[in-house]
């Protein structure tokens, strides 16, 4: 892959608008629920629909499964197909500076097969260069679709406590080592993983050009990326994929492993 088959600039947005089926996806971590369509409903790319994180591109379970597990392929059908998505289309993503639900969809809807992109610089790209949002919420006649999953690598806590490549811990340094942990039952991080801080993979809301992210992801062997709960290390997957490099998501990521208390836990800087 490259970063034309992984990202799209609002100017190419712009001038393909009418053939894309696009999705709004803005969501941060801890705020109520409904507050990212609310924003939505405020004011949105035209033609966007709104992509709810919680009810289709994650399911709710079990402590030990983490905050965000993959959903089953019955909930991505029918979320995207009451927004009018088929699979017919390429598919674009935004979400807007501070989230990181765009790449999340991004990966989820590339899992299941889809052609996806996502809009870089987000909502923020849009409205900078002076283009017009939509209020209110933009309906389609409902849609089917039949997907596979599977179509992105990915671990369990079994295999990623054997990886055998560089498995790269995307949380800010401090929960790395284990000096804080605001939302997690355990401190520290998995034993043998880096700390590969995901704020890095942003320049100004957008991606950085290749040349720093082949540093960034400069490590030995296969690579592979987990953070909190398996939403923000998607950006990680994003990365790499840009520069035809991939990294498999561990979705359960820290929330599953700490809620595991037969997992080892290590702090400080390795």
């Known amino acids: 892959m490259a970063r034309e088959d992984v990202l799209i600039t609002a100017d190419q947005l712009d001038a393909t608008l009418a053939d894309v089926d696009l999705l709004d996806v803005r969501w941060r ?27 289709v591109l994650t399911r709710h379970g079990e402590p030990i499964e983490g905050r965000h597990p993959l959903p089953d392929v019955d909930t991505i059908e029918a979320g995207l197909g009451a927004l009018g998505v088929n699979g017919d289309r390429l598919i674009v993503v935004y979400d807007e500076a501070g ?24 909502i923020d790209a849009w409205t900078g260069q002076g283009r017009p949002l939509a209020e209110g919420a933009t309906l389609d006649e409902p849609a089917d679709l039949l997907l596979t999953l599977g179509h992105l690598p990915t671990l369990d806590a079994d295999r990623a406590a054997a990886f055998d490549g560089t498995l790269m811990d995307a ?22 993983a880096v700390n590969v801080p995901v704020g890095q993979f942003f320049n100004h809301g957008r ?14 062997g296969s690579l592979a990326a987990y953070c909190g709960s398996g939403v923000s290390a998607a950006q990680l997957v994003l990365a790499g994929a840009v520069i035809d490099r991939d990294v498999a998501l561990y979705p359960g990521s820290w929330s599953a492993w700490s809620n595991d208390p037969d997992r080892p836990v290590a702090t400080g800087e390795h």
Do not use: K, M
């Not at 790319?45 to 919680?54: M, T």
């Not at 949380?171 to 043998?192: C, M, S």
């Open 207 to 220: 991606l950085p050009d290749d040349a720093l992210l082949r540093q960034l992801l400069d490590h030995q």
């Open 29 to 55: 971590l801890g705020e109520p629920a409904g507050a990212g369509r609310e924003r939505y409903l405020a004011g949105h790319l035209p033609g966007a629909r709104f992509l709810d994180l919680e009810a």
């Open 99 to 122: 989230s990181f639900a765009a790449s999340r969809a991004w990966w989820v809807l590339r899992w299941a097969g889809l052609n996806v992109r996502v809009l870089d610089g987000g």
């Open 171 to 192: 949380r800010a340094p401090e929960r790395y080592r284990g000096e804080t942990e605001p939302i997690d039952p355990v401190a520290g991080h998995i034993p043998g």
